[in-house]
């Protein structure tokens, strides 16, 4: 199956299933809307006011877009209390940093001759000293420790981006998580050696895919089974003629 771009999102689907990477990114089926969860929603509300907000210097500036933007997203009632608290957090971490080069930064680079790496990155911050610090705003209620971010793929990812893009050496690179519902900013850095061999894990993933026949990508039961927006069309969950009837339905390719 051919494949010449890869992002995080491919390559942490194909790890889970393969039958949901099949219908994501080759069928390119719809998803099911309905598991939409308020986590998502309420995270995706925070992003959007963090991205927002970055030259906000007061407290008001942020609640007014918290306000425009509420409209958009959808979760229950247990989550307000926590949107003060975000924007209380945020002002004040947002004063200690230094030059923003980048919000929701997209990229796209090359890693061989035909494979290239894409993605999504919150926010870059340049330092006096020249160095990088790039930001992934995170809403969960599960910090990641620094030996959790030291293995993180998507991060590995960002670093290699911005080593490539502003021609930095990737020891000059700080990865971070903010968390703005705790003010907490978990970081680390990367070797180079280390970078070098998660492109080579992605190149060689990218090499695997390819070789895959479309009857090759098989449902696989895991953790996050019951947040798949796929589940109704999976033949763990559901009989045959089921799956064949509901995936008739959804036969015709959505526009990309």
């Known amino acids: 199956m051919f494949i010449n771009t890869i992002s995080e999102s491919k390559y942490s689907t194909f790890k889970q299933c393969k039958l949901k990477y099949r219908y994501k990114y080759i069928d390119y089926l719809k998803e099911d809307e309905g598991l939409t969860t308020d986590p998502l929603h309420f995270g995706s509300y925070i992003h959007k006011i963090l991205e927002e907000g970055v030259e906000a210097t007061t407290y008001q500036e942020l609640e007014d877009l918290a306000k425009e933007f509420k409209p958009n997203y959808k979760f229950n009632n247990t989550y307000t209390p926590k949107i003060d608290l975000c924007l209380k957090n945020f002002l004040r971490f947002n004063a200690s940093l230094e030059e923003t080069v980048a919000t929701e930064l997209v990229y796209k680079i090359d890693v061989r001759d035909d494979i290239s790496l894409n993605g999504i990155i919150d926010r870059v911050i340049k330092g006096s000293d020249d160095g ?103 033949p763990i969950f559901n009989d045959p003629h089921t799956v064949n009837s509901r995936l008739d339905e959804r036969a015709k390719k959505p526009k990309r």
């Not at 705790?182 to 180079?192: A, F, I, W």
């Not at 390819?210 to 069309?233: G, M, P």
């Open 132 to 234: 990088y610090l790039i930001i992934d705003y995170k809403t969960s209620k599960r910090e990641k420790t620094k030996v959790e971010l030291y293995q993180d793929t998507q991060m590995k990812g960002y670093c290699y981006a911005i080593h490539k893009l502003y021609n930095v050496p990737i020891d000059k690179i700080v990865i971070a998580h903010y968390y703005p519902i705790t003010d907490n900013l978990v970081t680390c850095r990367y070797s180079t050696v280390q970078i070098h061999n998660y492109i080579k894990t992605i190149v060689d993933e990218v090499w695997r895919i390819r070789k895959l026949k479309k009857t090759d990508f098989c449902a696989s039961e895991n953790k996050f089974c019951n947040w798949c927006s796929y589940k109704q069309l999976c």
